[in-house]
């Protein structure tokens, strides 16, 4: 079993950047392919990103395409997501999590954090 808990959200203008951060517990962090979900208020829980257990392979939404990045320090046990250009439809709570599926699904992942509030305004 895996912990998860993100940090690095907050308040941004239209443009700017944000770099969100999610830290494992376990020494199976490297089993797992991490993710970074965000949930709007009143909509469903949607795709961001998805990266392969070494690294090497990645998956992202269209709709974040060339603006956000996703990475892992295996050593460190933690997840990013680095994100430029935001919008304010980019405005969310962002959620990590973990999959034991060694394939870089869009859903069914096995662990979740709790989340991180980012705002961007206009």
């Known amino acids: 079993q895996v912990q998860l808990a993100e940090s690095g959200g907050g308040s941004v203008q239209a443009g700017g950047s944000l770099r969100l951060s999610c830290a494992a517990s376990g020494r199976t962090f490297s089993w797992y392919v991490m993710g970074w979900f965000r949930q709007a208020p009143g909509k469903e829980r949607g795709f961001v990103a998805a990266i392969s257990q070494g690294g090497s392979s990645t998956r992202y939404a269209d709709s974040v395409k060339g603006r956000f990045t996703i990475s892992r320090d295996n050593a460190k046990t933690t997840v990013y997501l680095q994100m430029n250009s935001l919008k304010p439809e980019d405005t969310a709570i962002y959620l990590c999590?973990?999959?034991?599926?060694?394939?870089?699904?869009?859903?069914?992942?096995?662990?979740w954090g709790q989340g991180t509030q980012v705002t961007v305004s206009s």
């Open positions: 999590a973990a999959d034991r599926s060694n394939r870089l699904v869009v859903d069914g992942y096995d662990y």
